[in-house]
Structure formats: C-alpha cells, structure tokens
T-cell receptor, first 112, second 115 residues
Framework: DAKTTQPNSMESNEEEPVHLPCNHS???????IHWYRQLPSQGPEYVIH???SNVNNRMASLAIAEDRKSSTLILHRATLRDAAVYYC?????????????FGGGTRLMVKP | EAGVVQSPRYKIIEKKQPVAFWCNPI?????LYWYLQNLGQGPELLIR????????DSQLPKDRFSAERLKGVDSTLKIQPAELGDSAVYLC?????????????FGPGTRLTVL
C-alpha cells in the first residue's frame, strides 16, 4: 500500500494559519489525496480531497506539489475547535476498491 | 439529516465473553465499513459491504469476528470469544458508493474494554 508520512504533532496559535505537511513519495497516478480529521472521542470526519490541482472548500485548502509526492493541508485561521488528529490518506483507485488506508496522523494543538 | 448511528457507545466485558456492535448507516448509503482503532493509531479497515455483500473482508479475523448486513442497511459486528487484545474503538462508516469522490461518514464508535 502507498504510504504517507506526517509529523506526529504540531502546535499553532489561535487565529493563525496552519500548514500541515504530508509526504507520499510512492503515490501512483490514480491515487487521490484525502484528508480527514478526528476530534477527541469522535469518529473521523472528511476535510478535503484532490488529485492534481489545488482545492479549496469551506473547511480548508489543499496544496498539491507538482510531482504529487507531497501535499499540504492549510487551515487559514485556526480555532480551538480545530484541535484534532489530521490524517493524510491516499485513496487507491478503482482497481483497489477506492480504499482509504489511515496512518498515524498529525496531532494539532491550538493555543489560545 | 441523521449521521451514522452506533450502539452501544461503551461496552465492558470479561475475556471469552461474546459482544456485538450495531451500526445504522446514513439513509441511502450503499457502502458500509467497519474499522478498528487502537489507542494512538489510525483506523484499520475490518470489512467493507456493498449493499448486503461483503466485498472486502481480508482484514477480518474470521476465527472470532463475524459481521452481517441484512437487507443492505443496518450491520452488526460480533466478536466471540473476546480477547484482551480486542480492546479498542470499533468505528462504522458509510458512503454513497466507493468512488474517489465519495467521502466516508463515520459514526462516533463503540469503545470496547475487555477485562
């Protein structure tokens, strides 16, 4: 399985932007890059996903490197409620059942 | 719109006892997943259903774990007998399909403690 590498933890100040990096050097051409986050005592929730182009939605932005071997999740203005574990996941293509394989994620701590 | 519902939220049992978890996915979602999450780790897929058919159960320890999804809606995951190492959070998720654009919606999970 294609794997992702993320820092174990990161810290941010409230109301400042946060850039969460992810390396996925073995990504294949049909793999989508997904980000999920998991708040304490809850199940994971979808944040954003992309294939090649940068993506924006109401929660975050996803910047994908031109060679697709890395990506960055951008929270434009961190709030205390953004404190969670953020998972960068490669979703395999249709031949692999479009499965999500979670890694260890990055624990984001937000300081007031 | 109601999300994925799981019950119970917490379960404490003694080893060698049986236990069952129940999941009600979001209405209209054909794909249902069961994940196991150990403390400090990401979720790991146990089984995936497309309607009532288990299409990927390669990670399900079939000697003690079983699952069913009758009528392609609700699903039950069972462990019999439970072992100490089964203590974990069991997550259920559903999606409209298995395409790359179909996000998975997760329930809150059932936290199992085996004593």
């Amino acid at each position: 399985d294609a794997k992702t590498t993320q820092p174990n933890s990161m810290e941010s100040n409230e109301e400042e932007p946060v850039h969460l990096p992810c390396n996925h050097s073995t990504i294949s051409g049909t793999d989508y890059i997904h980000w999920y986050r998991q708040l304490p005592s809850q199940g994971p929730e979808y944040v954003i996903h992309g294939l090649t182009s940068n993506v924006n939605n109401r929660m975050a932005s996803l910047a994908i490197a031109e060679d697709r071997k890395s990506s960055t999740l951008i929270l434009h203005r961190a709030t205390l409620r953004d404190a969670a574990v953020y998972y960068c996941i490669l979703q395999r293509g249709p031949n692999a059942g479009n499965m999500l394989t979670f890694g260890g994620g990055t624990r984001l701590m937000v300081k007031p | 719109e109601a999300g994925v519902v799981q019950s119970p939220r917490y379960k404490i049992i003694e080893k060698k006892q049986p236990v069952a978890f129940w999941c009600n996915p979001i209405s209209g979602h054909n794909t249902l997943y069961w994940y196991l999450q150990n403390l400090g780790q990401g979720p790991e897929l146990l089984i995936r259903y497309e309607n009532e058919e288990a299409v990927d159960d390669s990670q399900l320890p079939k000697d003690r774990f079983s699952a069913e999804r009758l009528k392609g809606v609700d699903s039950t995951l069972k462990i019999q007998p439970a072992e100490l190492g089964d203590s974990a959070v069991y997550l259920c998720a559903s999606s409209e399909g298995q395409g790359a654009r179909n996000e998975q919606f997760f329930g809150p999970g059932t936290r199992l403690t085996v004593l």
